[in-house]
Each structure stands twice: as C-alpha cells, then as structure tokens.
Nanobody
Framework: VQLVESGGGLVQPGGSLRLSCAASGSIFRINTMGWYRQTPGKQRELVAVITSDGSTNYADSVKGRFTISRDNAKNTVYLQMNSLKPENTAVYYC???????????????WGQGTQVTVSS
C-alpha cells in the first residue's frame, strides 16, 4: 500500500490550500484517514481524521478553518485549509488507519509528507 500526497506549497496568511492523499495497492477497506503535522523539534500532532462512515474529528486550533473529506471509491482523503496562519506552517502527513488488504493483512500507513509554508 502506498500513499501519495499532493497540494502543499507556499501561501500567504489568510490564503487557502487543499491537500490530497491517494492510497493505492491491494486495498479492501480503509477505516480511518487523517492528516497530522510536524514542525522541527516537536512531536507529530493530529490535525483532522475521518472514519469510513464520515465521522470527523479536528484539532481545536483548526476547527472552523480546515475541512477533511474522503472519497472511498478513490481511497483518497482531502484537507481543505482556509484562513491559513503562519503557525500552520509544518510538514503535513497523511495517515491511513486499519487498512485491510485483500491478503487479509491489517496495517497503518503514513505518507511521505508535504510541506505547507504560510508566510508573506
């Protein structure tokens, strides 16, 4: 199973970005899909997560500004980020939890990370 992220980049404060993460491979079902972020010297932290039935959970700092969604048919998760702030600058990582493959293996997977920089 591979996760390919896209959509990161440089944006001015107040701007928007949309991250995408497509999972590919011998995937039967993905339970949770989410986004985490990490800055130098800090632990990776949850940004948002969505379950297979569409339930969502967000970090308090992004509620009302970020929206997570997923396309189960495409095994893809999105993160729409609006009203971005300099403190949102980080490497954003895609995560898939409890991925069940056709080989009946159950694993979690991480993407390679995509840089988001919010600066004027």
């Amino acid at each position: 199973v591979q996760l390919v992220e896209s959509g990161g980049g440089l944006v001015q404060p107040g701007g928007s970005l949309r991250l995408s993460c497509a999972a590919s491979g011998s995937i039967f079902r993905i339970n949770t899909m989410g986004w985490y972020r990490q800055t130098p010297g800090k632990q990776r932290e949850l940004v948002a997560v969505i379950t297979s039935d569409g339930s969502t959970n967000y970090a308090d700092s992004v509620k009302g500004r970020f929206t997570i969604s997923r396309d189960n048919a495409k095994n893809t998760v999105y993160l729409q980020m609006n009203s971005l702030k300099p403190e949102n600058t980080a490497v954003y990582y895609c995560h898939t939890g409890e991925v069940l493959t056709y080989e009946l293996k159950l694993h979690d997977y991480w993407g390679q990370g995509t840089q988001v920089t919010v600066s004027s």
